[in-house]
């Protein structure tokens, strides 16, 4: 007895987006030319324009096909991809970390200020804040106190810069924990003015 296999069937390959027609990949007949100056030189035929690009060791870039003509520009493609390669890798490479902040409970306020532009230095970077209070001994017995030691420095880093929490203050162990990003512009939020409403959150055991 046969036994008959069902053949899988191939998918075609997803065709290749080409970012930029390079030279003579260029088919329109004709393209609005800018100079290696960045000067608008008008519309010229194609093959006038790859003539001037390669006289300069140059190529000929069709930069915005959809126009009508097409724009084309006269520069180095090699250096071109160069640059779009970095930036890809720049904004890849970018990733948001979480930062911490150790505050004490009888901490003085040059060590206060030192802490808090520490903190606005992480934010202003893109990065998260975990704020941390470690509490000791009988500083436990005083866990309001603590509280309220946090809630002023993320009020006071909110005026510094727009502040927005993203974990609540929580308790863990003898630990006070919150973690905030940065907030929205100043400029644009009408709520400027309020102080950010942390909430407490007891951690389950």
């Known amino acids: 007895m046969r036994i008959s296999r069902r053949r899988r069937r191939r998918l075609p390959d997803k065709p290749v987006q ?31 324009a790859l003539t001037r690009a390669r006289s300069m060791g140059l190529d000929l870039v069709e930069v915005s096909p959809k126009a009508n003509p097409p724009v084309a520009k006269i520069l180095d493609y090699s250096k071109l991809k160069y640059q779009e ?5 720049k904004q890849k490479s970018k990733k948001v970390e979480i930062k911490g902040v150790r505050l004490t409970f009888r901490m003085g306020t040059h060590d206060r200020e030192m802490r808090m532009k520490q903190a606005q230095k992480f ?6 804040v975990k704020i941390e209070l470690n509490l000791r ?8 106190l603590a509280r309220q030691h946090i809630n002023e420095f993320v009020t006071a880093l ?11 203050l929580v308790h863990q162990g003898s630990k006070l924990l919150i973690q905030v990003a940065k907030g929205q512009d100043k400029s644009q939020d009408k709520e ?14």
Request: hydrophobic letters at 25%; a positive charge; charged letters at 40%.
């Open 158 to 168: 909110n005026k510094l810069l727009p502040t927005k929490i993203e974990q609540p």
């Open 192 to 205: 400027q003015d309020k102080k950010p409403e942390v909430k407490v959150k007891e951690a389950k055991k």
């Open 85 to 89: 390669s970095k930036e890809s890798r």
């Open 123 to 128: 934010l202003q970077a893109g990065d998260k």
């Open 18 to 48: 080409i970012r930029y027609r390079v030279n003579t990949n260029i088919t329109v007949p004709e393209v609005r030319l800018v100079d290696e100056n960045d000067e608008n030189v008008g519309v010229v035929s194609t093959t006038e």
């Open 137 to 144: 001994g009988r500083e436990r017995q005083h866990r309001d």
